[in-house]
């Protein structure tokens, strides 16, 4: 079985409300186009990786005094993606972050400082380097608890994927791959690995977001 690679290696916008889902597994044609059908954009994580090291804005960085920051468990599939050759240009480390959330209210998330114990000196710049924006809460709290240890240092996000209206007060810059959704509707978005991953999750996001919730658990426990 072979697998679709839509090109493209330039910021992409998709002012729409379609539904968003990340193939970072592998995936056939037949079930892209299967997907398709339910009403997903389908993006393959390999050509969103391609797409955000290739930006010009990283030419702006001094490798020797930025921190690249991967948060939670999100990032850490993208981490995957980067060439291993590609990442040890630079400084960089995990920090765990996860959200938190219960219905009709707003999520919080919680993190931690980037290094315990010590003040961090040497660096200048800060990037985060998540697979989705979504609020943007994340990316602020980090950047909320970490501050004080960072004296100085601008603040920046890369991202697979942003919603247009996460809010990012205090970021110098923010690229990502893709940009979806509107100034006020942001679009569902899923990674397939999530949803192989997690029955829960997978029956939460087909019965809110497909219309027959049933054929599409049956396509992903196919795969």
Not at 126 to 147: E, F, M, P, W, Y
Request: proline content about 5%.
């Amino acid at each position: 079985m072979g697998t679709v690679m839509i090109p493209f290696f330039a910021p992409l916008l998709l002012e729409d409300t379609m539904k968003t889902l990340i193939a970072d597994v592998p995936v056939s044609v037949e079930h892209q186009k299967i997907f398709e059908g339910f009403g997903l954009n389908v993006f393959f994580a390999s050509q969103l990786t391609e797409s955000l090291l290739s930006f010009p804005e990283w030419r702006q960085f001094n490798p020797e005094t930025t921190l690249l920051v991967f948060p939670g468990n999100g990032s850490q599939i993208l981490r995957e993606f980067i060439p291993q050759s590609w990442l040890n240009t630079w400084n960089y480390t995990s920090v765990h972050a996860k959200r938190f959330w219960e219905p009709g209210q707003d999520p919080h998330v919680y993190t931690e400082r980037i290094f315990t114990n010590r003040v961090i000196v040497g660096i200048t710049d800060v990037v985060i380097v998540d697979d989705v924006i979504s609020s943007g809460l994340t990316c602020r709290k980090i950047r909320a608890i970490n501050r004080p240890w960072l004296a100085n240092v601008r603040w920046h996000a890369a991202t697979w994927i942003k919603q247009k209206n996460a809010g990012m007060k205090g970021f110098s810059s923010v690229f990502s791959a893709l940009t979806v959704g509107t100034n006020t509707r942001r679009v569902p978005i899923i990674s397939l690995s999530t949803l192989l991953s997690d029955t829960v999750i997978a029956r939460s996001f087909a019965a809110r977001n497909i219309d027959d919730s049933h054929a599409f658990l049956d396509a992903l426990s196919s795969l």
